[in-house]
């Protein structure tokens, strides 16, 4: 009796230290990724902004000696659209901190000030993925990185600020908080040259309008962020009524088409570095939907291009300022 009852106690010992050692040997140290040690600093501060530290292990990258943010990683593309919107936000805070940045900058025009954001570097999936509704053959998705950042309006070129930076009173200001509209590329390229401003190339624009957010819109429903046609009555509304994206920027969806620098030509299926079409094309970019067209036209994704001339009712444009170079 009295030796059986020491064998179960041995066996269950055993087992015990069986079990021990199986959860040991799986206990294997995480691996070490050298740039990350070398970044020590930055990923504390990261994870003081709640990035948890998986997406930082599994997003970030480096690029010339820079950790920047790969929105195109896969763990990224798995995330919800409110985790990405809230990590894309924490790292543009971030990068403006660890770069002395403002995140919000005022350009002065003739007294008129136009507000600009910061826009981090990173990578991202430009397109859109083939099952996404609404989606038209010239959307091809391919990895972009932005390597440099740089300030986009805030908001749509407003009548009033296109009117005052171009020394021209004739009509009222009534409506000057209105998107300037019926501008043609060529008007904003004049508009842009006289201001030390450039119209953002198609990635940038795409980059700066998704804001981290991989699917359709830079959030969940349409009509919170842009005017268009089930919204808008048919009207061009002021500029910042709806909700901002992650990174602040109001109304990419909807109320006015943005042209953008490129001519419109298909996308390269391989992976690019700041890309820019120069080559003459039959059309120039413009992007966002507009306030007469169904929210599908307003996806992230959603390309449009016309002649450089065309003075459309639905084209406005929105400006970016370039970093000086250090
Ligand atoms: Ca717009
Ligand atoms: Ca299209």
């Given at each position: 009796m009295f030796q059986s009852m020491s064998t179960k106690v041995c066996l269950a010992l055993l087992l015990a230290l069986a079990l021990l050692l199986s959860v040991v040997a799986q206990e294997k140290p995480l691996p070490v990724i050298p740039w990350l040690e070398k970044h020590e600093k930055d990923i504390d501060s990261l994870k003081s902004l709640q990035i948890p530290s998986e997406v930082l292990k599994n997003c970030m990258v480096e690029i010339n000696g820079e950790l920047i943010l790969d929105m195109s990683a896969d763990f990224w593309c798995r995330l919800g659209v409110n985790e990405q919107k809230q990590y894309a936000a924490a790292y543009q805070v971030w990068y403006a901190r660890k770069h002395g940045l403002e995140l919000e900058k005022v350009v002065n025009l003739n007294g008129v000030p136009l507000v600009m954001r910061l826009i981090p570097p990173g990578k991202f999936w430009m397109g859109s993925p083939e099952?996404?509704?609404?989606?038209?053959?010239?959307?091809n998705r391919h990895q972009v990185a932005i390597s440099k950042s740089y300030y986009i309006g805030?908001?749509?070129?407003t009548q009033l600020q296109l009117e005052s930076a171009m020394g021209n009173?004739?009509?009222?200001?009534?409506?000057?908080?209105?998107p300037a509209r019926g501008v043609s590329w060529n008007d904003c390229q004049n508009f842009c040259g006289k201001n030390s401003l450039k119209l953002p190339t198609e990635a940038q624009w795409e980059y700066a309008c998704r804001a981290g957010v991989t699917y359709a819109y830079c959030g969940t429903s349409p009509d919170e962020y842009g005017w268009y046609k089930d919204n808008s009555k048919d009207m061009i509304h002021p500029v910042g009524q709806k909700s901002p994206n992650s990174?602040?920027?109001?109304?990419?969806?909807?109320n006015v088409f943005e042209w953008c620098l490129d001519w419109k030509r298909d996308y390269s299926s391989e992976e690019v570095s700041d890309p820019i079409v120069l080559s003459t094309a039959s059309e120039r970019v413009f992007r966002g939907?507009?306030?007469?067209?169904?929210a599908q036209s307003c996806r992230s994704g959603n390309r449009g291009g016309s002649e450089e001339g065309n003075q459309g009712n639905y084209l406005g444009f929105r400006v970016l300022l370039k970093l000086t170079e250090k």
């Open positions: 099952n996404e509704i609404g989606r038209e053959n010239d959307e805030k908001y749509e070129v009173n004739s009509s009222s200001f009534k409506d000057s908080n209105t990174w602040g920027l109001y109304d990419m969806h909807g939907g507009s306030f007469s067209l169904n």
